[in-house]
Each structure stands twice: as C-alpha cells, then as structure tokens.
Nanobody, 114 residues
C-alpha cells in the first residue's frame, strides 16, 4: 500500500518561510518522480514543483526563485523549502508520487497571513 505522509504546514507571516516534508513508502519513492501540488478554494490542483529520481527539477513560474524541492533518498522523503512566502501562496499542499499513475498525500494547509 502506497503511503505519502505530509508535515510542516501551518501559519506564517508574509515574507516568512516554511518547509514541507513528505515521507513516502520506500517501494514507491525510489522509482517515482516526486512532487508538490497545491489547490486554492474552488480551483483545480496545480503543480508547484517536481523532482525526478535523478534529481532534475521543474517549478511553476509563480514559485521560481522562492521555493526549492529536494529529495532525501536515505529517508524516502521529499522536501519543499518555501521562502519569501506571499498571501497568494495560501492553499492546501499535496505530496505527489508519479509512477505509471498518480499517488497523493492527504494534503496539508499552508496559510500566509499577517
């Protein structure tokens, strides 16, 4: 059974930082492209960033230069370091693993507000 467990969300002031973590089942982590998506109220889920098994990364234009995705292969974990956060980054963030199909975490709230 594939499991993706997110942590690290919460409330932060504009300009602040948060780091999201996602621990994945070992069998899926090692063969999957890992990523983070987010969903705004009433909107479809959208890509934030993803990272291949080889470390190649891709970012949404809205987060380039502010967010960094990385993977810790020893811990089966994908990280999203979010800096210079803006109120418009407020959303539910989902961990994703893709190998032939999408697997999703349960989602975690990130709120950027003063």
């Amino acid at each position: 059974q594939v499991q993706l467990v997110e942590s690290g969300g919460g409330l932060v002031q504009p300009g602040g930082s948060l780091r999201l973590s996602c621990v994945a089942s070992r069998d899926i982590f090692r063969i999957s492209r890992m990523g983070w998506y987010r969903q705004f109220p009433g909107k479809q889920r959208e890509l934030v960033a993803h990272i291949s098994t080889g470390g190649a990364t891709n970012y949404a234009d809205s987060v380039k230069g502010r967010f960094t995705i990385s993977r810790d292969n020893a811990k089966d974990t994908v990280l999203l370091q979010m800096n210079s956060l803006k109120p418009e980054d407020t959303a539910i963030y989902y961990c994703n693993a893709y190998y032939a199909m999408n697997y999703w975490g349960q989602g975690i709230q990130v709120t950027v507000s003063s």
